[in-house]
């Protein structure tokens, strides 16, 4: 229904922003623009887009803090002078009539069992019940047997009833009551209809004295509890998959230590790590084409690819825990303690323990991965993999930064909103595939799903009510790890400032763009869980998060100058004049051995 989703009103004007500070020389950025030669003052305007983001966020929180959605079921409160309140789940049918949202003000109904309980019927009417008269102005109870639930309601109309409630049966399915195919039939009972569960039924029936019931939605917050653990978990993936990302950059910059050349004080070579691949647009064609093939494959054949999407996750999930475990244990001096194995004499025994761990974590994930508590250990896996997989991916300039997340961006709404138009049974393959599309009913009217695609970080709802179906707040991989890459961009740019000349005087100066892109990826997160939990429906979370961190780099690029870097950044930070003079030294050597052989073979045939 309608009314059991919204936003809640919120009003707050916290007044005209102030002027912008003027830029002085302190706010002022000086680097060495090596293309163009020359020196360029760039203003640094940092404390306005502050106060923006500041505005912004601070009427975010208030939506979130206003904003309200309702549980699936309705929460029937049974009370009673001799018992005190209990709560049972209801499911009502609201074609009848609407429930009140929240306790406060909800109807209170006196409870009269129908007398019998099943409404006294083979054919249903009102002259089977012998009681009729008590039932005026009260809320029936029927027990589920053989009456259709319309006979019910029919009897509760007969004798002038306020509400029905029907309790079920404890072998049978809670469902909701529903009534024929006539819309009259509604119209005639404006009042609750309700099924109560099986425990209802025992309470009402033990408790002694006046029993009365009322029945609302419960409310609860916009954005589930679980919320945070996904800010948390993916900011931290960002962080920690840029910085590493980018520690070649990091190595360059002025005062690091003591570099290959010798002196304390001079640049790394600008060079790049050997395990990092760049994105070009030949691999952004590849990626849509293969992904949309794989996604389509795993929608009609899902059943016999899930294993092998789940063999995979494990192996990768494996390698790419022990890379974390390792990168750290190698910086200790423990790791210089080596055990001698057949295969491979001298071995750090702490790699050892981290092959132990990862693949014992891969292995507990895959026996328990039905389990309540596994998706911890799918996460653990999963937070391991984005990282690894931000590391090792580069993005070498702003234009590839923006085909990616764009042309992403395109393909995750087409999966998701249009397929829908175009499956004989009007679901998204993306929603399938991520689902698995193998929907069960569990004996609580919930649905449950097997086998469900493990490359994503799943988080259960911890704030829903208790008459609310379980469930699990998702979040693809590509919504992290894509922008993720972008987001390592601009902690590589911030770094190319800083080698170029730049003299940052406050920490906010020094990472600028990955900051306000950070906050931007955040605000586009929640932007992407607010959507979900009003529209109650999956949403692509790209929609949200390529635009928010696409226009704050590209905005905060254009108010300080920097588009032009952006664009070459390889030629920015020398790497386009590295390899160029690393090929010049490699054709220049095999020249130079071919002069050798050519002498050496003209000296051969002299002495002939």
Not at 57 to 77: N, Q
Not at 436 to 441: C, D, F, K, R, V
């Amino acid at each position: 229904m309608d009314h059991r989703q919204g936003l809640g009103n919120f009003e707050h004007d916290r007044g005209p922003l102030p002027p912008p500070a003027e830029v002085t020389p302190a706010s002022a950025w000086t680097f060495n623009d090596q293309t163009l030669g020359s020196t360029v003052d760039v203003p640094f305007p940092l404390p306005h887009v502050v106060r923006e983001f500041e505005r912004a966020m601070w009427g975010l929180g208030l939506l979130l803090l206003a904003g309200t959605a309702f549980a699936d079921d309705a929460v029937a409160e049974i009370r009673s002078l001799a018992r005190g309140p209990a709560t049972s789940c209801a499911k009502c049918n609201e074609y009848w009539g609407m429930i009140q949202v929240g306790a406060s003000g909800a109807r209170e109904y006196p409870v009269v069992w129908a007398e019998p309980a099943d409404g006294g019927c083979v054919n249903a009417s009102a002259a089977n019940v012998t009681n009729g008269a008590a039932l005026q102005g009260a809320a029936v109870m029927f027990t589920r047997g053989p009456c259709l639930f319309v006979d019910m309601v029919d009897v509760a109309i007969e004798w002038g009833a306020a509400a029905v409630f029907i309790v079920n049966v404890p072998d049978r399915q809670a469902v909701i009551p529903g009534g024929g195919p006539n819309a009259s039939e509604y119209a005639a009972f404006q009042h609750p209809v309700c099924m109560l569960d099986a425990s209802a039924g025992e309470l009402l029936s033990t408790t002694s004295g006046t029993v009365s019931i009322a029945v609302y939605y419960p409310i609860y917050p916009v954005l589930d509890a679980s919320t945070s653990i996904f800010v948390v978990v993916a900011i931290g993936v960002l962080v920690v998959g840029s910085m590493w990302n980018t520690h070649k950059e990091r190595e360059r910059l002025p005062g690091r230590g003591e570099r290959r050349s010798g002196s304390v004080n001079a640049p790394a070579p600008a060079e790049r790590s050997e395990d990092q691949q760049l994105m070009t647009k030949g691999t952004i064609a590849f990626f849509l084409v293969f992904a949309s093939f794989f996604l389509l494959l795993l929608y009609f054949f899902y059943k016999y690819l899930i294993y092998l999407l789940l063999v995979g996750f494990g192996l990768f999930g494996a390698l790419s825990v022990y890379e974390l475990l390792a990168a750290g244990a190698c910086r200790t001096a423990l790791w210089r303690k080596t055990v001698n194995l057949p295969w491979n004499p001298r071995t750090p025994w702490l790699a050892v323990l981290c092959t132990g761990c990862s693949v014992g974590l891969a292995i507990g994930w895959g026996l328990t991965r039905t389990a309540s508590f596994s998706w911890v250990l799918q996460d653990m896996l999963g937070v391991s993999i984005l990282i690894t997989m931000i590391r090792v991916v580069t993005i070498p300039n702003l234009k590839i930064g923006t085909a990616v997340l764009s042309c992403l961006l395109l393909y995750d709404v087409f999966f998701v909103f249009v397929t829908p138009l175009i499956t004989p049974d009007g679901s998204s393959v993306m929603v399938n595939a991520a689902t698995g599309n193998q929907t069960q009913i569990d004996e609580n009217g919930c649905q449950s799903y097997s086998n469900m695609m493990p490359f994503l970080l799943r988080v259960p709802a911890l704030s829903r009510p208790p008459c609310s179906c379980p469930h699990y707040s998702m979040l693809g991989f590509g919504d992290v790890a894509l922008p993720g890459f972008v987001v390592a961009l601009t902690l590589r740019f911030d770094y190319a400032l800083i080698i170029n000349g730049a003299r940052p005087r406050t920490f906010a100066q020094r990472y600028s763009y990955f900051l306000v892109t950070l906050t931007a990826y955040l605000v586009g997160l929640l932007s992407a869980f607010v959507a979900a939990s009003q529209m109650a429906m999956a949403q692509p979370a790209l929609l949200y998060l390529s635009p928010a961190v696409l226009l704050s780099i590209w905005i905060q690029a254009w108010c300080r100058g920097h588009i032009k870097h952006l664009k070459d950044l390889e030629g920015f930070l020398g790497y386009k004049a590295a390899q160029s003079d690393s090929s010049h030294r490699t054709s220049s050597s095999d020249g130079d051995e071919s002069t050798d052989q050519l002498l050496a073979g003209h000296s051969s045939d002299s002495d002939a």
